[in-house]
């Protein structure tokens, strides 16, 4: 497992030259057949245009792209070349063009195709994948504020939280946060409570723009 930098959702761009219209669509996309189904969705919607260009990365290093027709190299290499300098993995960017009548040259359509891409990145909401530790944590009701602001300190994702004769807390920190909240929990409760380790996850923690 490792960070990695993703996004929450769709986003688009959308970029016009000597009347053909560039329409830059960024899809969430965490496997092959995944992004084998949003193409069709996406030449469906998009059926009478007449180029869908698509490049896609996946968080495996997996990489694909189309020209869908386009001159070799004017197309989908740069706009894969948008995401790969984005940062972005596990997602798909589509270019959808309508052809205005007018050429555009080689020159035209790499740029026509980057600068549609990089709209839809630069629309899209990026969202940090980090390494993260789960704990839970059993403690007191007179206890369970002080715990709350430790949690809230460190930028700890609570995940449920249980009431009965005592409070239970589910947790996760960023891997490198662990060994300082653990201190600190010592610290602010006289070594009398202990966070019991559950598992290793990888879980969304702050949007990076």
Known sequence: MGDYITISEISTGEYSEKHSRFIATLYPCKTEDEAATILKEHKSKYWDARHNVYAYILKDNTTRFSDDGEPHGTAAKPILDVLSFSGITDALLVVT??????????GGLVRAYSTSAKEAVNNAKPVTMMECDSFCIVMPYSEQGKITNLLKEFDALIENTE?????????????????DFHKKLCEISSAKLKAEFVTKKILPIFAKK
């Open 163 to 179: 009431f009965s004769q005592d409070v239970r807390i589910e947790f996760s920190l960023v891997c490198d946060k662990t060994q």
């Open 97 to 106: 063009r309508y052809f205005g009548g007018i050429l555009l040259g080689t």
